[in-house]
């Protein structure tokens, strides 16, 4: 089925952000900003809180055009009622995709390709902490803001290349994803061309990234495309250990963050990212590990565009069950319906 045509938001600017960090040495306290969006802000002000269809080939595990796995059809899945949903597994096939295929915003799931593409162009191993990055004063100056999530850095002060990317992607930090952009290409617009274009390599036909942190929502995609995004970056060693870290430190502030991932940890779960925002909804892209057959499986699933138009809190909710649900069907029933295939 061909991709419908993105829709760009004509101001670009999109709606704040409220995703609910839980820092492990500080209490968040609630500040009112605006009358659609009630935001979190940390200590210091580091952080800012922020269904029908049919099933089809769209985001398929091995390939563009690749049909539902077989053994997919004798499984009952707790497919989201509303927005958007797919499924895949390592070896196997695609377990589905649900909801019309149509462009939404994806708020801070677009750190997916951001990562993606830091380590495309700096490659770093497991285990190593990658290059040396020197924080400039604009992301010093954004980290105190109140009207998104961002992270600490001192400007001068160096960080590791995996410092700076789990800083993007336990806590979502947006002026860390800015910093790591800047730092790449020399400015974030050259940046966001180089997402759109490994994007178009990956194929994610009906996806368009007009920033680096999530913050627009011109910024658009599909949950068959951000399938496809990460089941290329979870092949990634360093992209793996990163969105798996439960917990990160940002150096020289002491403030300690937990993953934003409330699944990371339990059912197999070892990331992935997530995201919301009023006009975005609750997102979630997840990994988990099953045995089929024998066998030791990758799972991935992405859910998109729960409760749109509410608060950011109440989106990630929905996001967050909606994935467990289907998390906690696979893993009951898949080894069942493999030994019967």
């Known amino acids: 089925m061909p991709a419908a045509p993105t829709v760009p938001d004509p101001t670009g600017r999109g709606v704040r952000f409220r995703i609910r960090l839980r820092p492990l040495l500080r209490r968040p306290v609630l500040v009112p900003l605006t009358a659609a969006v009630v935001f979190v802000a940390g200590t210091g002000g580091w952080y800012a809180a922020g269904g029908g269809g049919s099933a089809n080939g769209a985001g398929g595990c091995d390939g563009p055009g690749e049909g539902v796995a077989p053994l997919a059809r004798s499984l009952h899945l707790p497919w989201p009622r509303e927005g958007q949903a797919s499924v895949a597994v390592e070896g196997v096939g695609s377990l589905g995709t649900r909801g019309a295929q149509k462009p939404v915003p994806i708020a801070s799931v677009t750190k997916v390709m951001t990562a993606y593409v830091i380590l495309k162009d700096r490659p770093m191993s497991a285990d190593a902490p990658g290059a040396t990055v020197v924080a400039d004063q604009r992301a010093a100056d954004e980290s105190y803001s109140s009207v998104e999530t961002t992270a600490p850095v001192l400007a001068g002060r160096k960080y590791t290349q995996r410092r700076l990317l789990e800083l993007m992607m336990v806590p979502s930090g947006n002026n860390v994803a800015r910093l790591l952009a800047r730092w790449d290409a020399g400015d974030e617009k050259a940046f966001v061309a180089k997402m759109n274009r490994a994007a178009a390599g990956l194929g994610m036909r009906a996806t368009t990234y007009t920033g680096v942190s999530g913050m627009e929502t011109s910024t658009r995609s599909t949950a068959a495309d951000q399938l496809r995004l990460a089941r290329a970056a979870m092949k990634v060693p360093a992209f793996r250990q990163i969105v798996a870290t439960a917990s990160v430190t ?79 069907a696979i893993r009951s029933e898949l080894p069942a319906a493999a030994r019967r295939a």
């Open 250 to 328: 940002a150096p020289g502030a002491g403030v300690t963050f937990r993953n934003t991932n409330r699944l990371l940890g339990h059912d197999g779960v070892i990331g992935l990212k997530t995201g919301s925002s009023t006009p975005a909804g609750g997102n979630l892209v997840w990994a988990t590990r099953q045995e089929v057959a024998g066998t030791d499986r990758l799972v991935i699933g992405v859910v998109l565009h729960q409760r749109a138009g509410t608060t950011p809190a109440e989106g990630s909710a929905a996001a967050h069950e909606a994935s467990r649900a289907l998390i906690a």
